[in-house]
Nanobody, 124 residues
């Protein structure tokens, strides 16, 4: 089982970026998918989560209204569209998968599967 994130990079404040996550060797539609991030010197934090069908999402207050998670179950892909980026959004972004949709998404503890991160840097 593997999650592979891509699409990170350098963007100016106010700009947009989309990061993607490909899932391998799992029944993708059985998993809620989400994103976390970790900035230098800070703890990993929840960004957002999408349910199994894509019909429901939830976001951290810090990104609500700016970030959008979507998924394509036919392609085993999940996306994080980031708009109106701010320097404080600079972090390594990690995708994650769990069969359940519960508190683990908000504290990051007990998540089934983690991907390697992709760096997002927002310049001021």
């Amino acid at each position: 089982v593997q999650l592979q994130a891509s699409g990170g990079g350098l963007v100016q404040a106010g700009g947009s970026l989309r990061v993607s996550c490909a899932a391998f060797r799992l029944i993708f539609s059985n998993y809620a998918m989400g994103w976390f991030r970790q900035a230098p010197g800070k703890e990993r934090e929840f960004v957002g989560v999408i349910n199994w069908s894509g019909s429901s999402t939830d976001y951290a207050d810090s990104v609500k209204g700016r970030f959008t998670i979507s998924r394509d179950n036919a392609k085993n892909m999940v996306y994080l569209q980031m708009n109106s980026l701010k320097p404080e959004d600079t972090a390594v972004y990690y995708c994650a998968a769990d069969e359940a949709l519960g508190s683990m998404w908000y504290n990051g503890k007990g998540i089934d599967i983690w991907g390697k991160g992709t760096q997002v840097t927002v310049s001021s």
